[in-house]
């Protein structure tokens, strides 16, 4: 391996990846995790509504995620056209806040009759907040990520950022175990939602559009849709490799996640999930952590295949918790949910940044919903659909009790994620290439006197006469 060093990243754009990135996620949870366990709280009764269950889960899982892909494609496109992406990340995350709080309006208490009104409005109320959350987010920050960073420093960024949903999981939880877990479901989506409300006016003071955005001139309504085109996937078909990796990673991860609370709960009989999911997901954090400061130090071409090796170990693991006594089940749950969790964040992060990598200059808003097609929709489809097959098949028709996600959704995420390797093997065999491109931008970046990559006025017609009299007054860009 050889080593290399990172262009260094100043405070306060650590500050908004940390802020924006965290909270954002803290929303994102609440959606794929905490909606659907709301939706399978309330149809948790097999007896009165039958498959309401699983169907429920699957309709706000799936159509979420095509709003989601639609939004971020032409809200990418637009920040580009615009040459900025504060703008959407402010008023993205305001909206963002009050679209969380409409759920607090959904009744608890209903017969089946009013079932098909439930399901509607819980769906409608999830692609109302996902189209705010994926302006803000998906398209937005995740473009102002690729603009504030480089190949260098990218591994560590990402990984980074990989973290932030299991970090957001524990605030979630935690006020969820006051309000949520206690039956007071409105309370809990009105604190949520102040949250990202919060975010959206701190972004205002802290968050910095880079200076290195290129403005597109987009004429043709076709422009939106940039990097869909046969030729442009043809032209960056690396690219796409490493986005078919992501998503296979992801429709494993999505297999099981919207079921993870209440297999916990209801299919391990662990009440308390409190203190072993905050452990799981502490130990994965600092995993993931330790492996992206080595992705930007040795490079990310090593770490792939045994990672996702890794992440087949993992789920297998929690899914032979099944042959165990329940003894086992809390020990399993510590061990193989941190190898599981641990090691698909730090793959999903390295593949990511070679995502990002291979993004040509002036297109990395519109690139943004080709990842969400890759990360977000097929998994998002794909993983829901493999869990309700399983789960319906799972069901004793003798038994009319409280339905619980089987173990072999597990099994399910263990091939998916293997299959992972074909992809990557192919993203490996490029690394070496993509890297010493990145590294030759960095040097290019270093040779233009911009050693630190810092927070600068948002691009404008007058910058570069701005920026002209920063360098002639001796400003370096470093933090105050």
């Not at 366990?37 to 095509?66: C, H, P, R, W």
């Not at 009013?114 to 473009?143: E, Q």
């Not at 990673?249 to 709960?265: C, D, E, K, P, R």
């Not at 065999?429 to 911009?450: F, G, H, N, T, W």
Request: proline letters at 4%.
């Amino acid at each position: 391996m050889v080593k290399s060093k990172s262009t260094r990243l100043g405070a306060k754009i650590w500050a908004s990846v940390l802020i924006c990135g965290l909270i954002g996620q803290i929303a994102w949870i609440i959606e794929n995790m905490y909606f659907a366990t709301f939706a399978q709280d309330l149809f948790e009764d097999v007896s009165k509504f039958g498959n309401n269950y699983y169907i429920a889960t699957t309709l706000m899982v799936i159509l979420s995620a095509v709003t989601a892909t639609v939004t971020t494609i032409f809200a990418g496109a637009f920040s580009d056209k615009l040459g900025k992406r504060k703008v959407l990340i402010t008023v993205g995350y305001l909206v963002w806040g009050v679209t969380i709080m409409l759920f607090a309006v959904i009744p608890v208490d209903f017969d089946s009759g009013k079932s098909g009104l439930i399901i509607a409005l819980l769906v409608i109320f999830d692609c109302v907040m996902t189209f705010a959350g994926s302006t803000a987010n998906d398209a937005a920050f995740n473009a102002w990520i690729t603009d504030v960073t480089d190949g260098t420093n990218r591994g560590l960024v990402n990984t980074i950022l990989q973290i932030m949903p299991v970090l957001a999981t524990v605030v979630a939880i935690v006020v969820a175990m006051f309000t949520y877990d206690k039956g007071n479901y409105s309370l809990f989506f009105i604190i949520i939602g102040v949250i990202p409300i919060v975010c959206g006016i701190i972004s205002i003071f802290l968050v910095k559009d880079s200076p290195d955005i290129v403005r597109s001139d987009m004429r043709r309504f076709s422009d939106i849709f940039y990097g869909f085109r046969p030729s442009v996937a043809k032209e960056n078909k690396y690219m796409y490799v490493a986005l078919a990796a992501l998503g296979l990673v992801g429709i494993a991860q999505q297999t099981f996640m919207s079921y993870l609370i209440n297999f916990i709960t209801q299919t391990l009989g662990i009440t308390d999930y409190m203190l072993p999911l905050a452990v799981v997901i502490i130990l994965s954090a600092v995993i993931t952590g330790v492996t992206g400061f080595l992705f930007d130090k040795f490079g990310r071409k090593n770490f792939y295949i045994p990672l996702v090796c890794v992440v087949v170990a993992g789920t297998l693991l929690v899914y032979l918790t099944k042959f165990m006594g329940e003894s086992a089940y809390l020990p399993m749950l510590y061990v193989g949910g941190t190898i599981m969790l641990g090691s698909m964040l730090c793959t999903s992060g390295g593949l990511m940044s070679a995502f990002q990598d291979y993004i040509p200059k002036g297109y990395e808003g519109r690139f943004q919903g080709v990842r969400m097609l890759f990360t977000v929709l097929i998994p998002m489809i794909v993983g829901p659909i493999i869990s309700l097959a399983i789960g319906i098949n799972s069901f004793d028709a003798h038994d009319t009790g409280i339905a619980a996600p089987p173990f072999e959704i597990f099994l399910a995420a263990a091939i998916v994620a293997a299959l992972a390797i074909i992809p990557i093997i192919f993203v490996r065999k490029d690394a070496d290439r993509l890297r010493k491109k990145v590294a030759e931008q960095a040097e290019a970046e270093a040779a233009a006197d911009e050693p630190v990559r810092e927070e600068l006025p948002v691009h404008g017609q007058d910058e570069p006469r701005e920026n002209e009299e920063r360098e002639s007054a001796g400003e370096d860009g470093k933090d105050e």
